[in-house]
């Protein structure tokens, strides 16, 4: 509205000194309310970066006018000590951003391994800033450097850096180790996943172009330790060369498989794996690791005179046996 103003008053007013008088009149009062009204909102009230972010674009975007209508105010409309109040706000709102999710000492980890709600309010949070790329990056520039194009990817790297260590600590609050690694799986995977999905990733890249393979070996890793608590499990196969000609061995092997099978599976019962992609994956890793022996042990000792009588104790033929694989981390309700 005042630009347009404004363009009438050249049209109509060949004199500048009396437009510029004029546009004093016409807009130094709704103006500076305008100002004064925001500026005291930014004192009373503590504000989140990313709700602050869609004004500092509009202001930089109108900065030079509104200093030139400022400036013809002669001192009346305050702009810049609010110009400079919004961009301290936004910095330090920043700040306090990075302070907490560096410094959080919440021990609350979720009781399945999920998504951990400070990694989903991170990346929201991320997603944000990417919104508004222009504006953070002029926000971060500082006259020690001029190289703006480098700020933002760096303070991406940084909070997911910070993040990753944020995780890990809460991983430890797990008395489970097999759970804390479910839990750094969920974390990571979704974090690899949001950052392609959402174009973040291209961002990071400019600082760290490793970042990809960076997640792909945290989620390998992690999914390598999950796998390690079916280890036990696979044991009790390994010693079949014995049960060729021994009732006993035979009972014990089949025994020992039981509980440790059925260890394993109540132990995880309530895992949660929500990528179903992810999820699928590690299941047919684990049917690789156990079913394919199981199925040859199966088929070995029921060709065998000796095994007779022994059918009640064997709980699971290959194909119950992988059902059962098939309900790992569906978590119902």
């Known amino acids: 509205m005042i630009q347009i103003e404004a363009e009438v008053m050249k049209k109509i007013i060949v004199d500048v000194s009396a437009e510029a008088k004029i546009q004093r009149e016409l807009i130094v009062r709704p103006l500076r309310n305008v100002i004064d009204r925001s500026s005291r909102l930014l004192d009373e009230n503590e504000y989140a970066l990313i709700p602050l972010l869609p004004l500092l674009k509009h202001v930089n975007s109108h900065h030079n006018q509104l200093s030139s209508l400022a400036d013809n105010a002669n001192g009346q409309i305050p702009?810049?000590?609010?110009?400079?109040?919004?961009?301290?706000?936004?910095?330090?709102?920043?700040?306090?951003?990075l302070d907490r999710l560096a410094s959080?000492?919440?021990?609350?980890?979720?009781d399945d391994g999920n998504v951990h709600q400070i990694t989903s309010d991170t990346l929201n949070f991320?997603?944000?800033?990417?919104?508004?790329?222009?504006?953070?990056?002029q926000l971060l520039t500082t006259s020690s450097s001029n190289n703006s194009s480098h700020h933002l990817p760096r303070l991406f790297a940084r909070i997911l850096s910070a993040l990753g260590l944020n995780l890990k600590n809460k991983a430890e609050n797990y008395?489970?180790?097999?759970?804390?690694?479910?839990?750094?799986?969920?974390?990571?995977n979704y974090i690899h996943s949001i950052l392609q999905n959402d174009g973040?990733?291209?961002?990071?890249?400019?600082?760290?172009?490793?970042?990809?393979?960076?997640?792909?070996?945290?989620?390998?890793?992690?999914?390598?330790?999950?796998?390690?608590?079916?280890?036990?499990?696979?044991?009790?196969?390994?010693?079949?060369?014995?049960?060729?000609?021994?009732?006993?061995?035979?009972?014990a092997v089949i025994l020992a498989f039981n509980a440790e099978f059925e260890k394993v599976v109540n132990t995880q019962k309530d895992y949660c794996i929500t990528?179903?992609?992810?999820?699928?994956d590690i299941k047919n890793e684990v049917k690789n690791l156990v079913c394919e022996k199981y199925a040859d042990f199966y088929a070995r000792i029921n060709r065998l005179q000796i095994f007779r009588g022994l059918e009640k104790h064997l709980k699971y033929t290959p194909q119950s046996l992988e059902r059962v694989m098939d309900r790992l981390f569906v978590v119902s309700g």
Not at 104 to 110: A, G, I, L, T, W
Not at 126 to 137: A, P
């Open 104 to 110: 959080d000492s919440n021990k609350y980890v979720p």
């Open 275 to 280: 990528d179903l992609k992810l999820s699928c």
């Open 175 to 188: 008395s489970d180790e097999t759970l804390a690694a479910i839990f750094l799986l969920n974390n990571n």
């Open 200 to 251: 973040m990733l291209s961002i990071v890249c400019e600082h760290n172009a490793q970042i990809h393979s960076f997640y792909r070996s945290e989620i390998n890793l992690y999914k390598s330790k999950y796998l390690q608590s079916w280890n036990k499990v696979v044991a009790t196969l390994l010693s079949d060369e014995l049960i060729i000609t021994d009732r006993h061995s035979i009972k």
């Open 126 to 137: 991320l997603n944000g800033l990417l919104e508004y790329r222009q504006t953070v990056s």
């Open 79 to 97: 702009y810049q000590a609010f110009y400079n109040k919004l961009r301290s706000k936004c910095t330090s709102s920043l700040d306090e951003f």
